[in-house]
């Protein structure tokens, strides 16, 4: 007869479902902190993987409580009365479970709170001497999965001298970046962005 798991084994695999649903937006934080920014895209291709990974993560941690729970209830109890209590490790306890089913929440939820973690983009002051110097140009990025990495480009592009304003969309994989293009060009910005790990696929400009 096979085996059912153990709410320890439960626990194990729906913390490292919840950190592998969060990797592809831990990545750029973690880039930023080591001064790699060039692979903070290095795990995006996990996003398309995250609602099962959750899911993964949920069912796990679900089962988990379940052992726990009818564990206690179905206590081997003697004609007198008394129950004999089994010991448990911390690791197989309803405490650690606690302590790991908040960390697994945290996890998930990193995407909607991840740009706390990255510093505020530092626009540069830019000296505008003829208004028809002024551009628009659109970029289509693939690769970005949360709000940190609209951070992470915003932050690549404003130290571009020439960059005077950079809105960078995740859910739309955009950035719409106005510059002088007396000061710089669509190819540096490109660069700038590339810097990232992100790849820009395309780009319009929208004040030809």
Do not use: H
């Amino acid at each position: 007869m096979k085996e059912v798991p153990s709410s320890k084994t439960a626990t194990g695999v729906g913390m490292v479902a919840a950190i592998a649903a969060s990797l592809c937006c831990i990545t750029p934080v973690l880039a930023l902190l080591a001064g790699a920014s060039g692979v903070a895209s290095s795990l995006s291709w996990l996003e398309p993987a995250r609602p099962y990974l959750i899911g993964l993560a949920i069912a796990a941690l679900a089962f988990a409580w379940y052992k726990t729970i009818s564990t206690k209830q179905n206590a081997a109890c003697g004609p007198d009365g008394t129950c004999a209590v089994e010991k448990k490790s911390f690791l197989a306890s309803k405490t650690f479970l606690i302590i790991i089913t908040i960390a697994a929440i945290t996890l998930i939820a990193f995407p909607y709170y991840a740009q706390i973690f990255y510093p505020k983009p530092q626009k540069q002051n830019i000296v505008v001497v003829e208004s028809n110097d002024i551009n628009t140009a659109s970029f289509a990025i693939k690769g970005m999965t949360c709000k940190g990495c609209e951070t992470e480009v915003n932050n690549e592009i404003y130290k571009v001298l020439g960059v005077i304003d950079a809105q960078t969309f995740y859910d739309k994989g955009t950035s719409i970046v106005k510059f002088d293009k007396s000061k710089t060009t669509v190819e540096q910005l490109k660069n700038a962005i590339a810097k990232t790990g992100y790849t820009v696929t395309n780009y319009e400009l929208l004040n030809k």
